[in-house]
């Protein structure tokens, strides 16, 4: 039989299992600090939520402003094609709707700027607007409220 110079009662059976470096040369093993550990990826984890949320509620604020500007844009339409008007509107051309003290709505290639010294001979600018060639309008300025 073999003699083995190593004492047993010095060495571990199986160092690998050890939670602590069994000889100088071994690597540095540190315990965990599992709490720390959970409490940084959950920070992370927040952080990273709220960032997504923040970019869905932009996405939702843009979406709720495109909705309203088509909703706009469908009433000046309404508006617009239920208006006097003593000329066939004519695609990509430039019109401006103002708004008598009557309240019916007039189309006109005169732009509230053009009026002369007499001013304006209606109540209120409504909107300059362009026809498009699907015959719908594009907004392209608002009367003041």
């Avoid at 600090?33 to 960032?51: C, F, I, S, W």
């Avoid at 843009?62 to 909703?71: G, K, P, S």
């Avoid at 006097?84 to 003290?101: A, G, N, T, V």
């Amino acid at each position: 039989m073999e003699h083995n110079p190593i004492d047993k009662t010095k060495i571990a059976e199986n160092p690998h299992l050890l939670p602590y470096a069994h000889t100088v040369g071994s690597a540095v093993i540190k315990p965990i600090d599992k709490g720390r550990t959970k409490g940084l990826a959950v920070e992370a984890m927040r952080e990273q939520t709220t960032m997504q949320l923040n970019q869905i509620r932009r996405q939702m604020e843009l979406l709720a402003e495109q909705a309203q500007q088509l909703q706009r844009r469908v009433e000046i339409s309404e508006r617009i094609y239920t208006a006097d008007m003593s000329f066939k509107p004519l695609i990509s051309q430039i019109y401006h709707l103002y708004r008598r003290e009557t309240g019916q709505n007039v189309l006109s290639m005169i732009a509230p700027s053009e009026w002369g010294r007499k001013g304006m001979p209606f109540e209120a600018f409504e909107a300059t607007v362009k026809l498009l060639a699907d015959h719908t309008w594009e907004i392209i300025e608002y009367g003041k409220p």
